[in-house]
């Protein structure tokens, strides 16, 4: 089956340092890619759309400036959380998409600013 | 925007116990419906989905769905949980011509006891 994975899986950051966390798709290539945010106990939130030679498509209320998005391949996608504060800790999901309505997703990385 | 609901956040079963978890979408048009597992430190795994056709929808490891257009519903069924469904599942939808961005449901957590 299609397998992502993320990297790093875990990351601990100090407050006003910038964090990279990449996403790649192992065995198919994914024009499109998404991010996500798992809060403790809480769903999934959807923050961007990210489309493989073009600018990331962002959801309402997420800063773009703060969260960039980098396409650079059909198999790589890379968010870096920009200034981080200890509110951008969280848990960071990406997906790829193959094409056929199904997405896979990444085991996760979990950030941490102190 | 859409929405979904799922009503039960933390679910306890014994073993060979039924299974149901209900899901509920707010929105008008055509979706597509999934669920999702995240067995414990593990990445989402596709349950089952439902694009058109027969309402009833089987996926793996003994899963199914139902999807009920009139009650905006698709709720996951297993007739018989093992101790290896212990994890999170979550409901997705995704509307039709909505560029494959998926809305989650909050999950629910399932415990299956020996």
């Known amino acids: 089956g299609a397998v992502v994975s993320q990297h790093p899986s875990r990351v601990i950051c100090k407050s006003g340092t910038s964090v990279k966390i990449e996403c790649r798709s192992l065995?198919?290539?994914?024009?499109?890619m998404f991010w996500y945010r798992q809060f403790p106990k809480q769903s999934l939130m959807l923050m961007a759309t990210?489309?493989?030679?073009?600018?990331?498509?962002?959801e309402q209320g997420v800063e773009k400036d703060k969260f960039l998005i980098n396409h650079a391949s059909l198999t790589l996608s890379t968010l870096t959380v920009t200034s981080a504060h200890p509110e951008d800790s969280s848990f960071y999901i990406c997906?790829?998409?193959?094409?056929?309505?199904?997405?896979?997703f990444g085991p996760g990385t979990r950030l941490t600013v102190t | 925007a859409q929405s979904v609901s799922q009503h039960n956040h933390h679910v306890i079963l014994s073993e060979a116990a039924s299974l149901e978890l209900g899901c509920n979408y707010s929105?008008?048009?055509?979706?597509?419906l999934f669920w999702y597992v995240q067995y414990p430190g593990q990445h989402l795994q596709l349950l089952l989905k439902?694009?058109?056709?027969?309402?009833l929808v089987k996926g793996i490891k003994g899963f199914e769905a139902e999807f009920i257009k009139s009650k905006f519903s698709f709720n996951l069924r297993k007739p018989s949980v093992q101790w290896s469904d212990t994890a999170e599942y979550f409901c997705?939808?995704?509307?039709?011509?909505?560029?494959?961005?998926?809305?989650f449901g909050t999950g629910t957590q399932l415990k299956v006891e020996l």
């Open positions: 929105y008008g048009g055509t979706v597509n």
């Open positions: 990210s489309n493989e030679g073009s600018k990331a498509t962002y």
């Open positions: 065995d198919f290539q994914a024009t499109t």
């Open positions: 997906s790829a998409f193959t094409g056929t309505y199904e997405q896979y």
């Open positions: 997705a939808v995704n509307p039709t011509g909505g560029g494959n961005k998926l809305t």
């Open positions: 439902y694009f058109s056709g027969d309402p």
